[in-house]
């Protein structure tokens, strides 16, 4: 358990720099400039917005390292596959999707076409998720008909 947790820091801290260095505002950020339509912070602002971008970087690094390695530990916790499939893909889209999503909203700045995109893309799936992730967790669990017969 231990190396495990070890690999998915080692993993997550990489994944984390290598976001921050491709963040369109990022010394890397080619992948996707930030349109030049897009208004640049101030000195008062730009700490909270750094502290936003590396607070998103980090948890699409944990994210990835989730998806890696955490769907072992849904099986042990759902029985049914869906459940495990939606709280595994789930929990890692609920934490993963902020770094792309901000990063593409500096990307397309103020084009509403490609921001309706973005909404839909991001806004509705994590709505769909919730829901998934509550139907997942409140549904009644069925019983396999083996263990019917042991509970009598």
Not at 9 to 29: D, K, N
Request: glycine fraction near 6%.
């Amino acid at each position: 358990m231990i190396a495990l947790l070890l690999k998915a820091a080692v993993l997550s801290a990489a994944v984390t720099g290598a976001s921050l260095l491709f963040h369109p505002v990022g010394p890397l950020g080619t992948f996707w400039p930030p349109s030049p339509l897009c208004p640049l912070p101030n000195e008062r602002q730009f700490p909270f917005f750094a502290f936003v971008a590396l607070t998103e970087a980090t948890a699409f690094g944990v994210a990835m390292a989730f998806l890696i390695w955490g769907y072992r530990f849904t099986v042990h916790r759902f029985s049914e596959r869906w459940r495990r499939l939606v709280v595994w893909l789930g929990l890692a889209w609920l934490l993963g999707n902020w770094y792309p999503h901000d990063a593409l909203h500096i990307h397309v700045g103020p084009d509403l076409g490609q921001m309706i995109a973005i909404e839909l893309g991001f806004h509705v799936t994590l709505i769909a998720t919730t829901v998934a992730l509550m139907l997942a967790i409140l549904l009644p669990r069925r019983i396999p008909h083996d263990d019917a017969h042991r509970a009598v």
